[in-house]
């Protein structure tokens, strides 16, 4: 009973009208092949579907990063920033990862509080990455992203 059951079922899926008649089983392999081939592509598909709302996720992510009110750039933050970056270059041809906070403030010659205020302008410019210092505990550093040492300037 459950045989016949699983024929009408793959027989309906694939638009074969069977009646009440079971299927012979020269008609039962090609219909389980496409049907297995159909669940496979539905996989795939769904596979597919869950990258791109990841995709979309970090989209939207980034978005309201870019949108969050903070410091407004201007032709001094501006300046800021290349500085910051020219003086990174120098020192990542000598092998230093990146700068902290406070190592910036002193380049930049403006207090801490300042340049964590700049934190939002920093980490939204294409030239910075802004991570965890390697090994000091709850410090954070300010480094060149890899693919733009070679424009900075």
Same mark, same amino acid.
């Given at each position: 009973?459950?045989?016949?059951?699983?024929?009408?079922?793959?027989?309906?899926?694939?638009?074969?009208?069977?009646?009440?008649?079971?299927?012979?089983?020269?008609?039962?392999?090609?219909?389980?092949?496409?049907?297995?081939?159909?669940?496979?592509?539905?996989?795939? *598909?769904?596979?597919?579907?869950?990258?791109?709302?990841?995709?979309?996720?970090?989209?939207?992510?980034?978005?309201?990063?870019?949108?969050?009110?903070?410091?407004?750039?201007?032709?001094?933050?501006?300046?800021?920033?290349?500085?910051?970056?020219?003086?990174?270059?120098?020192?990542?041809?000598?092998?230093?990862?990146?700068?902290?906070?406070?190592?910036?403030?002193?380049?930049?010659?403006?207090?801490?509080?300042?340049?964590?205020? *700049?934190?939002? *302008?920093?980490?939204?410019?294409?030239?910075?990455?802004?991570?965890?210092?390697?090994?000091?505990?709850?410090?954070?550093?300010?480094? *060149?992203?890899?693919?733009?040492?070679?424009?900075?300037?």
């Amino acid at each position: 009973m459950a045989a016949n059951a699983e024929d009408a079922r793959a027989a309906l899926l694939l638009g074969i009208p069977t009646g009440n008649l079971p299927l012979k089983e020269a008609r039962k392999g090609p219909i389980l092949k496409r049907v297995a081939a159909l669940e496979k592509e539905n996989q795939e *598909l769904r596979e597919i579907i869950e990258r791109i709302q990841i995709d979309a996720a970090w989209d939207r992510k980034r978005i309201a990063a870019l949108e969050k009110k903070g410091v407004i750039p201007s032709d001094r933050t501006d300046h800021y920033l290349d500085i910051l970056a020219s003086h990174l270059l120098k020192v990542s041809q000598h092998g230093q990862a990146g700068v902290t906070y406070a190592q910036g403030a002193k380049i930049l010659k403006i207090s801490r509080a300042r340049i964590c205020q *700049l934190r939002v *302008l920093i980490g939204s410019d294409s030239r910075f990455n802004i991570s965890w210092h390697p090994s000091k505990k709850n410090t954070k550093i300010i480094s *060149l992203k890899k693919n733009n040492i070679g424009r900075i300037v």
